[in-house]
């Protein structure tokens, strides 16, 4: 069954960045890239990151493109468009931290928007809550700051 799933959550994925080519030169005019410097590991929508510099774009309301600025290496992450809130003058990522040492990546605020981006919590992440709730321990969440990117 998880193949099956595997293989749909990649089409559905292409589909998003091939229906994405045609809004990717209006949105990046109009919302920009972001760099944000992660100084730790960390996991989004079931992929691991190193800690590094990455460069994120939007690339339509439900895929972002995160590059590592040293290695070259860009992955897509799906995710949903959330809030209305006052429109943000800087770009942040918003981590979820559980047990000292897991972090997942959980919003993504580009500036000069109101809304932002959500990644769901994945199977993996909702078994590191439950096994922090039931230690007594709680997450944190923490922040990295963004500059736009050029």
């Known amino acids: 069954m998880s193949r099956i799933s595997t293989l749909g959550r990649f089409f559905v994925s292409m589909s998003l960045v091939a229906g994405s080519f045609a809004l990717a030169p209006k949105m990046h005019a109009q919302q920009g890239d972001i760099k944000v410097n992660v100084p730790f590991a960390f996991s989004a929508d079931n992929q691991k990151f190193d800690a590094g ?57 580009m500036p000069g928007r109101s809304e932002f981006s959500e990644l769901r919590p994945t199977q ?18 923490m922040e990295a700051l963004a500059v736009p990117a050029r």
């Open 53 to 109: 510099l990455y460069e994120i774009r939007e690339l339509n309301p439900f895929v972002l493109l995160v590059s590592n600025t040293t290695t070259h290496q860009s992955r897509l992450l799906l995710v949903s468009d959330m809030g209305m809130r006052d429109i943000q003058s800087y770009g942040r990522l918003v981590f979820h931290r559980y047990n000292g040492d897991k972090r997942y990546l959980y919003q993504v605020w």
């Open 124 to 141: 993996q992440e909702r078994k590191t809550m439950l096994a922090a709730k039931l230690a007594s321990s709680s997450g944190t969440v």
